[in-house]
């Protein structure tokens, strides 16, 4: 059974950081391409940060230069740092696959609220 689990979320001020976790069960993981995702009300969900199974990664402009995605093949994990953050990153966030159109079941999220 596949089982994605994200923790690490909370209330932060404005310029803080945060760092996110996504425990994956049930895939071979190093195998994917991963991405966070996060989704605010009334929204789409997008997506901020991916990571190729080789170890490359890319963001969304609007994060670019403040998070960092990585991954830890051997604990079946991957993390976001989210370093200055700003209230227009609040929002509930998510992991799944990236760069495919085949999502695997998308877990609870972890909110994330940022003060100005």
């Known amino acids: 059974q596949v089982q994605l689990v994200e923790s690490g979320g909370g209330l932060v001020q404005s310029g803080g950081s945060l760092r996110l976790s996504c425990a994956a069960s049930g895939i071979i993981f190093s195998l994917y391409d991963m991405g966070w995702y996060r989704q605010v009300p009334g929204k789409q969900r997008e997506l901020v940060a991916a990571i190729t199974s080789g170890g490359s990664s890319n963001y969304a402009d609007s994060v670019k230069g403040r998070f960092t995605i990585s991954r830890d093949n051997a604990k079946n994990t991957l993390y976001l740092q989210m370093n200055s953050l700003k209230p227009e990153d609040t929002a509930v966030y998510y992991c799944?696959?990236?760069?495919?159109?085949?999502?695997?079941?998308w877990g609870q999220g972890t909110q994330v609220t940022v003060s100005s």
């Open positions: 799944n696959r990236a760069f495919s159109a085949r999502r695997l079941d």
